[in-house]
């Protein structure tokens, strides 16, 4: 019984050292998530394709070899049909290797005690997931001239070991459009008020951007139709530098946000005020009982210096700030004829007005 009792205890400590595996476990597949944020859009001559691969496979692991990614782009089927698309598409090379590393940082991870410290690794961790997704970000041209005039169905996947994979990414459709040629010779030139911009271009609409020399960033200012462009928002004596963009309509949109073409030349100008002010009109001249008073209509331009009056063609007075005017330095029976001029800030006069004359009695 002391040798049966012996080899049950011994039985039973080694089936508990082998332990209970329970149901075994597939092998993981290594699947790539699929792509989830497929874009495209017809700039200048090109399709521009974006999208950011996947960073963990269908079983939550983490990809840590570049996978291999398959872009297609093929002519809708009149009847729609993946495998038919599919089939029929082109694959186009995805260039771009480079993942994050996962974990990076981490060995060096502690706990925050003080806001700051806990400010300063949130900052850490978002500059992290920006970087890692930039990494993962990728961006392919396309010639769109040999789809022009199609619509065509864009689709990726990305696949694992074997040529796994999650399956296409959602599917993107564009029209492609006739390719739009930028504007060419474009020219700046002084305006009343304004810089005038010039081109020459055969599109149905026209985007401007302007930038002050020095300065890193583009803003549009405008969008017209026509082959000209007045910018009526600039300071003077500032240099400045413009770009014009061809463009067309996409869809409901009123604005021209769809095709766009490549930017055109650069041109760079410096505006300078050389157009005078309009010139007074309504000039009265009243014979006073010591004196001839003047009146006239204020001119409005927004950068009015003052008047200047002149009395039998020679200038009796400037830097008048109100349209009036007292001549005091008269003679008993003597005839005078008056004009007055307005001045601007840059110094440009205008032509003098229609005269009037008044004498003393």
Not at 200 to 221: K, L, V
Request: with cysteine; net charge negative; proline share 6%.
């Amino acid at each position: 019984m002391r040798i049966l009792f012996a080899l049950a205890i011994a039985a039973a400590i080694w089936m508990a050292g082998c332990g209970y595996a329970g149901e075994p476990k597939p092998p993981a597949l290594k699947r790539p998530d699929k792509v989830m944020d497929l874009a495209a859009v017809e700039r200048g001559s090109k399709i521009i394709v974006t999208f950011t691969l996947p960073e963990e496979t269908t079983e939550g692991l983490p990809i840590t070899e570049p996978p291999d990614v398959e872009l297609r782009i093929g002519g809708q089927p009149v009847v729609w049909n993946e495998g038919e698309w599919e089939t029929h598409s082109e694959r186009v090379p995805v260039t771009g290797g480079v993942l994050p590393v996962r974990g990076r940082g981490r060995a060096a991870k502690r706990t925050a005690s003080t806001k700051a410290e806990q400010k300063a690794e949130k900052q850490a961790k978002a500059s992290e997931r920006a970087a890692d997704r930039e990494l993962l970000t990728r961006s392919v041209e396309i010639d769109a001239a040999k789809y022009a005039g199609e619509t065509v169905v864009i689709g990726v996947r990305v696949h694992g070991p074997g040529g796994r994979d999650a399956g296409w990414s959602r599917l993107v459709s564009l029209e492609v459009a006739p390719v739009l040629a930028a504007p060419r010779d474009v020219k700046a030139a002084d305006a009343r008020n304004a810089v005038r911009l010039q081109w020459t271009g055969e599109a149905p609409g026209y985007r401007i951007f302007r930038r002050a020399a020095g300065d890193s960033d583009w803003a549009q200012i405008g969008e017209t139709a026509q082959g000209s462009f007045d910018d009526q928002t600039v300071e003077y004596g500032k240099t400045w530098q413009y770009y014009v963009q061809a463009a067309r309509k996409t869809g409901e949109s009123e604005r021209l946000t769809g095709q766009t073409s490549e930017p055109s030349e650069t041109v760079t100008f410096t505006p300078k005020d050389i157009f005078p002010p309009a010139t007074p009109i309504g000039l009265a001249a009243i014979s006073g009982a010591r004196s001839i008073e003047l009146v006239w209509d204020r001119v409005a331009d927004s950068d009015l210096a003052g008047y200047r009056v002149y009395r039998n063609g020679q200038r009796i007075a400037e830097g008048l700030a109100t349209p009036a005017y007292s001549d005091a330095n008269v003679t008993a029976g003597t005839r005078y004829s008056y004009q007055v001029s307005a001045v601007d800030q840059a110094g440009n006069e205008s032509e003098k007005s229609v005269a009037a004359d008044a004498g003393m009695d």
